[in-house]
């Protein structure tokens, strides 16, 4: 592609996102700091990167997405999440698959008048498959024309899949496991002002829809069998390099939903919240960054998620 030319899509590509988003627009997901900014920007095709992330909350959410805990509770997650991401082509469109393992511990307390209680649990959480597809403005293309290639609309299809392969003891008050499965859909959108990708003051507007479906646990802390409604997400960015190595962010994160019932029975928990916080990722080089986000609940229901997290990635192409 030559410099100058837009990575735009056809008509018809087009007329599908937005089917797809008019579909997604009245639902949104996840806890704690959601995709992240850039987390879907387009890469050249057959990239292949390693993450690390170092992951640090406190509040009264878990490791999981709709993990939330009501009344006096304190949950403190340190945890990391080793990550393969692997690019593809289909069908012209860039895509990519991605495998991730988190691990770590949570520990929680419990302040009652009398004394204080405390539980923790430790080691691997729920193994994720990612799969993102571009749907438009997300052309595969080779190291060449990807330096070239003028960003403007793009979008693509997000999937992950939860499997229960975490730790999880019913009888323990806080776990890293969910013990069910769940499925993620997603529609990373983006629109950037800049020459290329490359663009020393590149410019992003960021928006991404979501919702995660869970499968039941049939053996949850309380009751024979547990299940949750959908959890909805409504995440935003909108970022700005400052130079070729540094880019910064103001980020948001809507949730909605999440409500469990237990043997049939509403446990009336639906959640309600907004967080804001920002980020910024720094190039060490060609094949390193890293990058430091902070977010913080600024409203919610009695529900809804509390307390604030720190993420740390380092990202190295491979």
């Known amino acids: 592609m030559s410099a100058g030319h837009p990575c735009t899509a056809s008509l018809s590509a087009m007329l599908r996102v937005g089917v797809i988003l008019a579909c997604l627009t009245c639902a949104a997901t996840a806890h704690a700091q959601g995709e992240g900014p850039r987390a879907y920007e387009l890469t050249p095709a057959d990239s292949q990167a390693l993450n690390v992330y170092g992951m640090f909350s406190r509040g009264n959410a878990s490791f999981n997405p709709g993990s939330v805990v009501r009344g006096g509770v304190e949950i403190v997650v340190n945890g990391s999440i080793v990550e393969y991401a692997h690019g593809f082509a289909l069908a012209g469109e860039a895509g990519s698959l991605i495998v991730s393992l988190p691990f770590g511990e949570a520990r929680r307390s419990v302040n009652s008048s009398s004394t204080m209680r405390a539980a923790s649990s430790s080691g691997i959480g729920d193994l994720q498959v990612t799969a993102a597809f571009g749907l438009a403005g997300s052309p595969a293309l080779d190291a060449k024309d990807y330096e070239s290639c003028r960003p403007r609309l793009a979008a693509s299809l997000l999937t992950r899949l939860y499997s229960p392969t975490g730790v999880y003891d019913r009888n323990s008050p806080v776990n890293l496991g969910q013990n069910r499965w769940a499925l993620q859909l997603g529609l990373p959108i983006a629109y950037y002002l800049g020459d290329t990708y490359l663009d020393p003051s590149l410019t992003s507007f960021e928006l991404i829809p979501s919702v995660i479906a869970y499968g039941a646990n049939d053996e949850p802390a309380q009751g024979n069998r547990s299940s949750q409604a959908a959890l909805m997400q409504l995440e935003g960015h909108i970022t700005r390099n400052l130079n070729q190595a540094v880019w910064v962010s103001l980020d948001g994160l809507l949730i909605d939903g999440g409500e469990t019932t237990t043997d ?34 600024v409203s919610r229901n009695n529900s809804g998620v509390r307390g604030h997290a720190i993420r740390v990635i380092a990202e190295f192409s491979l």
């Open 264 to 297: 049939g029975v509403s446990d009336r928990n639906r959640q309600r919240s907004f967080a804001l916080g920002a980020t910024v990722s720094v190039a060490l080089g060609d094949t390193v960054s890293t990058t430091l986000s902070y977010t913080d609940e």
